[in-house]
C-alpha cells in the first residue's frame, strides 16, 4: 500500500466540513498532511488550530492563502498588505512552513500594472516572512484567471519573480491543474526544482469538459492532467515534500464528504 | 473618421447570417474585408463565394479553418489530413490567402503525442499549402482549450513549430483573446514580426466575468484586454494586414446582427 506520509489534503478540498472534523479524519485515514485555508481556521485561531493539529498527529503543510495584491488605489494596496502580514502572523502562530499567494489581478488595471503591484506587494511583506520563518509561495494560475485572480500565469513568469526578489522566502507552489497546459512546464519544473524555488505541490484533475471556471476541479485520474508524471518530474528536480490534494468542486462538496475523503486516498494510490 | 479599409470580420461573428448577408452588409458598411468560415461556405461552393465577395469589393482574409489533426488512431488521423487538403483547395478556389489552423488535440492523449500529430499533419498538408499559394497560419488558442481544441497554447510555441517545419507556407494567426494574458506576448510578437511569421491578426475582448468559455467573447473595448497596444506592437513588429474581429457570442449571436455590425465598427473607430 501507498504511504500516506507525504499526502496532505487541503481543507478547501473538504469545504464542508470545520477544521476539527478535517483533522480528525484526515488523521483517521493515515493522512500525513493538512492544508489550512483561512476561512476554516478563523472559528478556531491559529494557536488551537496548531495545538488539534499537534494532538492529531497531523503536519502542516501550510497556510491558504495569501495574496491579492492589485487594487485600484493606495489604500486597497495597503490594506492587502496589512491583511498579508496577518496571514504570516497566522501561519507562523499555526506552524505552517508557508503561506500560499494567489498574486490578485484587477479588470480594470493593465496586466503589467497588476504584476507591478504583486511585485511591490511581495516585497513589503518579504521582511516578516523571513522574521516568521514562513515562506510565500508565489503559485502561479491557469491563465483563465489572469483578469481577475492572478495575472502571473506561467512556472516562468512565478520563476522569474523569485530571481528578480532573491529572498529564500519567496518561492512557488505549483498546482498541476494550473500550469499542465504549459509547453514549458517540464523545463521550468526543472528549473524551478535546481534553484530551489518548489515550496509546494498540489495535486487535482482538469475535467473535460469543465463546467465552472472555478468549481468544477476533478479527483486525480478523473481528468486529463498526468499527474503522475508531473509528480515524477518535479521529484526528479529535488521536491521532497507533500503531495497537496486541492479540489475546488461544487460536485464533490454536495456529496458525503467520507465517500469523497475514501475516493480521493484511493486515487492518490493509484498515482504510484 | 478611421477607414475601414483593412478592417476584416469573421462571417463567425455574424454567425446568423449566411455569407450572402454578411457579405452584403459587410461591404455595404464599407468594410475591407471577410473571413469566411467553412460552414458559412458550404451551401454556396467555393467558386460562388469567390465571385460574390468579389462582386462586392471585399478582400477575403482567409478560409476558417482547418487542424484538428490529433486523433485517436491512424484512420482518424489521415481524415483530418484529408480534409485539411480539401479546405486549402478551397481556400485557392475562394482566393483566400490562408487557412487558419486550429490544431486540436483529444482529452485522452499526452499532449506531447498531441503536439507531435500537428506537427505531422502540418508537414504532411504544407506541399499542397504551397502549391495552392495558400499559408497555413496555426492559431495558438488559450490555455483554456489544451484538453479538447489545442495543444499549441502559447505564440512561443507556434513560433518554434514554425521554425521547426521552417515554410514560407507555415505561419501564424495572432488572436488577442488567446495570447492577451501571457507575460511573454509582448517578445513573442516581436520575435513573430521580425521573422515575418504573422499572417493574421484577431481581435475581440474578454468579457469579466466569462459565462461560457467558447461563446462569451466580447466586442474590443468591453472587457479586459488592451486591444489597441496589442495592435500597436503587432504593426511595430511589421505587421500590415487586416485586423479581424472574430467574435464568438451566443449574447451577440441573439441579437439583430446590423446593430451589432454596428456597434463593432463603431468599437473598431475606439482603438485608433
Known amino acids: 500500500m501507498t504511504d500516506l506520509a507525504k499526502l496532505a489534503i487541503h481543507t ?25 485555508w483561512r476561512q476554516h481556521l478563523l472559528p478556531y485561531g491559529a494557536a488551537e488550530g496548531a495545538r488539534m493539529i499537534k494532538a492529531a498527529g497531523l503536519t502542516c503543510t501550510a497556510l491558504c492563502r ?16 496589512a491583511d498579508n502580514r496577518r496571514a504570516i502572523a497566522d501561519a507562523h502562530a499555526l506552524g505552517a512552513p508557508m503561506l500560499v499567494l494567489v498574486c490578485g489581478a484587477v479588470p480594470e488595471l493593465p496586466l503589467m500594472e497588476s504584476r507591478s503591484m504583486i511585485e511591490d506587494g511581495i516585497r513589503a511583506i518579504e521582511p516578516e516572512a523571513r522574521a516568521a520563518g514562513v515562506a510565500l509561495a508565489i503559485e502561479p494560475l491557469h491563465p483563465q484567471y489572469a483578469a481577475d ?34 509547453p514549458e512546464v517540464g523545463d521550468e519544473i526543472a528549473r524551478c526544482g535546481s534553484a530551489g524555488l518548489t515550496a509546494g505541490f498540489h ?34 528536480a529535488g521536491f521532497a515534500g507533500f503531495d497537496e490534494v486541492e479540489i475546488f468542486s461544487d460536485e464533490l462538496w454536495a456529496q458525503d464528504q467520507d465517500a469523497v475523503l475514501a475516493r480521493i486516498i484511493a486515487a492518490y494510490r493509484s498515482l504510484d
Open 12 to 36: 478547501m478540498t473538504t469545504k464542508p466540513w470545520s477544521l476539527a472534523k478535517s483533522v480528525d479524519a484526515f488523521a483517521r485515514a493515515g493522512v500525513g498532511g493538512i492544508t489550512v
Open 203 to 236: 495535486i487535482c484533475d482538469w475535467r473535460v469538459p469543465t463546467r465552472d471556471p472555478l468549481n468544477d476541479r476533478a479527483i486525480m485520474g478523473e481528468g486529463v492532467i498526468e499527474v503522475a508524471a508531473l509528480r515524477r518530474q518535479v521529484r526528479a
Open 66 to 81: 495569501g495574496g491579492f495584491f492589485p487594487a485600484r488605489d493606495a489604500t486597497g494596496r495597503q490594506a492587502a498588505i
Open 149 to 182: 485572480r492572478s495575472a502571473i500565469t506561467t512556472l516562468g513568469e512565478a520563476r522569474r519573480l523569485c530571481e528578480r526578489i532573491a529572498s529564500p522566502w519567496v518561492r512557488i507552489a505549483l498546482d498541476v491543474y494550473h500550469v499542465w497546459w504549459d
